[in-house]
């Protein structure tokens, strides 16, 4: 079944394949650096880049202060949908706990709800703005909470969905 020119085969099979890969590997170097090898090769082809302008100014973002101020609660009522998976506004506990009231509320206070202990570590009561950084990067905000949910990355989703649940008690 085995015999020594299945094998020479084989071992000449990967050699080749070994080879064909060197080969290429040189014909890629010579074409795209002038040079040989133990020296520092120049590149054949750079593309000339001005100076100054591949830095973008990075957009200053307005004060969640400011953009609270302005929020709009029916936009935030659309924004609460991506909560909705999670929790209720009815004062019910789903996966996550009831949302009535909270803003202003103390953490971790709705009653039946097992909550993880890693919000107590980072604020007392949801005021806006602890809402606002929890739920802007929740694992972030709170390492070791229960919500998996990846965050608002919009000031403006975030302000308006804070303005919505201020709006429900």
């Known amino acids: 079944m ?3 020119m299945t094998l020479t085969k084989i ?33 054949a082809y750079s593309i000339e880049v001005p100076e100054g302008g591949g830095e973008e100014e990075a957009e200053e973002e307005v004060p969640f202060e400011e953009v609270f101020a302005s929020a709009d609660p029916a936009a935030g009522e659309r924004v609460f949908g991506k909560c909705r998976a999670c929790h209720n506004i009815d004062g019910s506990n789903a996966v996550g706990p009831h949302l009535d009231g909270v803003v202003g509320r103390e953490v971790d206070a709705v009653d039946g709800y097992s909550y993880s202990g890693a919000l107590e570590e980072v604020a007392d009561v949801w005021s806006p703005e602890n809402l606002n950084g929890f739920l ?34």
């Open 11 to 43: 071992v000449g099979g990967f050699c080749g394949a070994l080879l064909v890969f060197l080969l290429g590997a040189w014909a890629a170097e010579t074409i795209y650096h002038v040079g040989g090898h133990g020296e520092e090769g120049e590149q």
């Open 136 to 169: 802007q990067d929740p694992r972030g905000y709170a390492p070791g909470t229960k919500m998996s949910f990846n965050g608002l990355p919009s000031v403006e989703d975030r302000a308006n969905v804070i303005a919505y649940l201020d709006g429900t008690d």
């Open 2 to 4: 085995f015999d020594t």
